[in-house]
């Protein structure tokens, strides 16, 4: 579905990402883990097309996308979730989320799609006409989460999902990824979390340097000691699935 193929990124002079692959099958979900300045929001954010790609290329269901604008990769089926959750904060929760529906395959199903986030996070439903600048932090991304519900994206990336939550509130958040991947939708996943992050992947990519330096299943991954201990500060009892 999605492949990146030796992907370069740079902030002005300076390369954030050197040769990067990383792929996502059709109803798969992928972590990229590793430490903080590893370049997994700048890898996140280059797919997405925040970001210009200057070397390597971008492919989604076959086709390239190199140089395509973020909002054609929207009507391609593609949907970010950022870090730090980027809400319009004088908005109310609902219009936030209906922000996510803007194009017309989107907006036909607005009813259905709303209910289906409700369902999701009720508490939502219940702050719906309260401004989203004024909800907790794990509310916040309640309605980041459901931002990008609101698009019926076939891919979702998500950056750093528990970045400043609380772990009950990690917990209920990853489970909702769980649950949406189950209903058939493609996830990357990026998360300085590993443990978490690892427990529900398929694949996973390990980041530091802007590099690429391990890849494989999960469980594979944690049984290199060098790996578990220098980039993801783990121990093999540490992989547990959320929930």
Known sequence: M?????????????PALWEVSVSVGKGELVSVVGPNGAGKTTLVNAIARLLPIRGGS?????????????????RRGVAIIPEGRKLFAGM?????????????????FRDETLGRVYGLFPILRERRRQAAGTLSGGQQQMVAIGRALMARPSLLLIDEPSLGLSPIIVEEVF?????????????????QNAAMALALAERAYVMEGG?????GRP?????Q???????????AGSLQRPG
């Open 58 to 74: 971008l492919w989604l269901d076959g086709a390239e996308v190199t140089h395509t604008f973020a909002r054609d990769m929207c």
């Open 2 to 14: 999605l492949e990146a193929r030796a992907l370069n990124v740079a902030y002005g002079d300076a």
């Open 92 to 108: 109310t929760v609902e219009e936030n989320l209906e922000m996510g529906c803007y194009r017309a395959g989107a907006r036909r």
């Open 219 to 223: 469980a594979d991954l944690l049984a």
């Open 175 to 191: 489970n909702v990824i769980s649950a949406v991947h189950a209903e058939g939708v493609s996830v990357l996943l990026i998360e």
């Open 211 to 215: 590099r690429i330096v391990s890849e």
């Open 225 to 235: 000691p060098h790996i578990r201990e220098a980039y993801l500060g783990l121990d």
